[in-house]
């Protein structure tokens, strides 16, 4: 199994700035992805971030949005942009090896835009 | 594009008594099956999954699922639940060999009443 760390936990963040969420495992894994809790709601898959290139994202996501960052295995981080009261949720990071098909999850951030 | 439903979105139950949440998806083809578990103020975990043989698998915690073919179901289970239960239980399901894409249902929130 893989243990996944994100920071912050939690921010309390003012509209029209950008907040960057850090997501670290424990070991290498070939595949992570990024995933969105809005209030009430299940998780959504917000893009795939792939080592070395851009990342894959899911209709109604993009890249000026949510810019993400890969440089190694173990490291992801995902950008919260412009960022407006209807962005407040927990945004969760996951990874997988490939050939594998159990996902592990982190513990998600918690983000509040006032 | 593959969909999870499922039906309870909020269960209250007394201590000793059974449980069963619903789940169904659609999708044409294989399909790998998970239950995820976050219990309060916790990370998202994996209960159990099914990926291929017996159709009625167990987890942790005395639970268990069964795949149902035919109905496109993969129902949670548990004969006697417990107050540390209390939890939101998310269906998960991945195409097998067709991309990365693990699609959550909206969950359940359980509240067992001590």
């Known amino acids: 199994s893989a243990v996944i760390s994100q920071k912050p936990s939690r921010d309390i963040c003012q509209r029209g700035t950008s907040l960057t969420i850090q997501c670290q495992v424990d070991s290498q894994v070939t595949m992570m992805f990024w995933y969105r809790q809005q209030p009430g709601q299940s998780l959504t898959l917000i893009a795939t971030a792939n080592q070395g290139s851009e990342a894959t994202y899911e209709s109604g996501f993009v890249i000026d949005k949510f810019p993400i960052s890969r440089p190694n295995l173990t490291f992801s981080t995902l950008t919260v942009s412009n960022m407006s009261p209807e962005d407040s949720s927990i945004y969760l990071c996951s990874a997988r090896n490939t050939g594998e098909e159990t996902q592990y999850f982190g513990p998600g951030t918690r983000l509040l835009v006032l | 594009a593959q969909s999870v439903s499922q039906h309870n979105h909020h269960v209250i139950l007394s201590e000793a008594a059974s449980l069963e949440l619903g789940c169904n998806y659609s999708?044409?083809?294989?399909?790998?099956l998970f239950w995820y578990v976050q219990y309060p103020g916790q990370h998202l975990q994996l209960l159990l999954k099914?990926?291929?043989?017996?159709?009625l698998v167990k987890g942790i915690k005395g639970f268990e699922a069964e795949f149902i073919k035919s109905k496109f179901s993969f129902n949670l289970r548990k004969p006697s639940v417990q107050w540390s239960d209390t939890a939101e239980y998310f269906c998960a399901v991945k195409p097998r060999n067709a991309g990365n894409m693990l699609t959550f249902g909206g969950g359940t929130r359980l509240m067992v009443k001590p």
């Open positions: 999708y044409g083809g294989t399909v790998n």
């Open positions: 099914y990926f291929s043989g017996d159709p």
